[in-house]
């Protein structure tokens, strides 16, 4: 079944707007009933936790609810492994700090330059503070993948820890995760993924992926400004918690502190909800080779609604790749085989011409088309490629309730500046 994008469209109040929204990777629109969770949860039951009245106890229950409906999400365990906080950012400069506390001095761990430096400077920082040497993964510049002949070097100094990518904020890649995690667990290495670009382009298995941690954003897909993370149960329980005495030692508490932002983790609650009603909706064709699988309840319709879109968006960054090469003077960076589309998100950068970046998303902005432009925090990748010092990147980046007309308009606009 294809996805019927009016229907899908008429779940976001904020594409009613006469403006396309291409700036996806650095944040998606929210879903209806991410907003519904939010207001209710503020006019309802807006508490702290662990109180005896009534408004604490509808709270504590939504708050539950949220870390299984992640648990599901993630396919994790069971819902003690799902830690909420501020943003991925955050979060990894919480944990990190915890991590690091395992480490001896002459110790070795792993980063990549393709990552957002959300998983690469927390990691370095807590490096120097622990006397800890920092080995670099290179990518492939040609195309964005990620040099795994490099990481199979790396790994020969049997690092405590590998910090990589699931897929690239810059330049779309997906890297081979299963790959990766098999090589570093096989030298005894943990490997602590960074989800953020992928978890609104496709599902994400915890247990299958066999990686110690994983973090993502849900303002990426759909909801508010949250941060979620997965780690192994016996790694979190082992781990020493940055905390206030008074703080509860039980996962998932252990490691969040103070008090939480309630309306967001609601928020998110709502966004998984908008990712059931997909599921149910357009994701019928996949529920005999799910449910083999092992999956079923809420995890069987998540998978169903991953797997539905990033189906559909196949066609999206087939569109995308096609137009960008019809402009004169454009040229693209990552991959730009249409046989490899499966390698990597509708996440495109790109240059035009000698134009600087900022001013060719100024111009689309001036045609109602949002995009981003910079290093978008990816700045290992900008430098790599030589383009940190001119402006970075044009990033164009697609989510499911994007249309092909848009990737039209798009095209249209861009032919204009490049004749410009």
């Not at 199979?152 to 890649?173: I, Q």
């Not at 103070?258 to 996949?286: D, K, P």
């Not at 100024?362 to 383009?387: C, F, H, M, P």
Request: aromatic residues 10%; glycine residues 8%.
């Amino acid at each position: 079944m294809s996805l019927d994008l009016a229907n899908i469209r008429a779940q976001f109040p904020a594409l009613q707007k006469p403006v396309i929204f291409f700036d996806n990777p650095g944040g998606t629109q929210i879903a209806r009933q991410s907003l519904e969770r939010i207001n209710h949860y503020l006019l309802e039951c807006n508490a702290n936790h662990e109180g005896a009245f009534a408004t604490s106890i509808a709270s504590d229950a939504i708050l539950e609810e949220a870390h299984q409906a992640m648990a599901d999400f993630y396919n994790a365990t069971d819902p003690g492994e799902i830690i909420f906080g501020n943003n991925m950012t955050t979060l990894t400069l919480h944990i990190s700090r915890s991590i690091a506390r395992t480490w001896q001095a002459g110790d070795t761990i792993v980063v990549t330059r393709l990552d957002h430096d959300a998983n690469v400077t927390p990691w370095v920082l807590a490096a120097q503070d622990k006397g800890v040497n920092v080995l670099w993964v290179d990518f492939h510049p040609e195309d964005g993948t990620l040099n795994l002949t490099d990481l199979e070097r790396a790994l020969e100094h049997k690092p405590r820890l590998l910090a990589v990518g699931y897929a690239s904020n810059a330049l779309g890649t997906i890297n081979p995760l299963p790959k990766i995690i098999e090589m570093a667990h096989a030298v005894g290495t943990l490997v602590y993924v960074d989800a953020v670009q992928y978890a609104a382009h496709g599902p994400i298995d915890v247990q299958q992926l066999g990686c110690d941690f994983l973090v993502s954003s849900s303002y990426k897909y759909f909801g508010p400004h949250c941060g979620i993370l997965y780690g192994k149960r016996h790694l979190l329980e082992s781990l020493f918690a940055y905390k206030v005495r008074p703080a509860s030692n039980a996962l998932p508490h252990k490691f969040e502190t103070g008090t939480q932002n309630h309306e967001g983790i609601a928020g998110v609650l709502g966004a998984l909800e908008y990712f059931e009603w997909l599921g149910r909706t357009f994701g019928a064709e996949y529920v005999e080779g799910l449910a083999e699988e092992g999956y079923h309840g809420r995890r069987l319709e998540l998978k169903k609604a991953l797997t539905a879109l990033r189906a559909y968006e196949y066609e999206l960054n087939r569109a995308l790749l096609s137009a960008l090469q019809s402009v004169p003077g454009l040229r693209l960076y990552g991959i730009t085989d249409p046989r490899k589309l499966e390698q990597r998100v509708a996440t495109f950068s790109f240059r035009l011409k000698d134009i600087p970046p900022r001013q060719v998303a100024q111009k689309l902005a001036e045609r109602s088309i949002y995009v981003w432009d910079g290093n978008y925090y990816a700045i290992n990748v900008t430098e790599r490629l030589g383009l940190e010092d001119s402006g970075g990147m044009v990033r164009v980046g697609a989510v499911h309730y994007n249309t092909l007309e848009e990737v039209q308009k798009l095209q249209e606009a861009l032919l204009e500046i490049s004749r410009e």
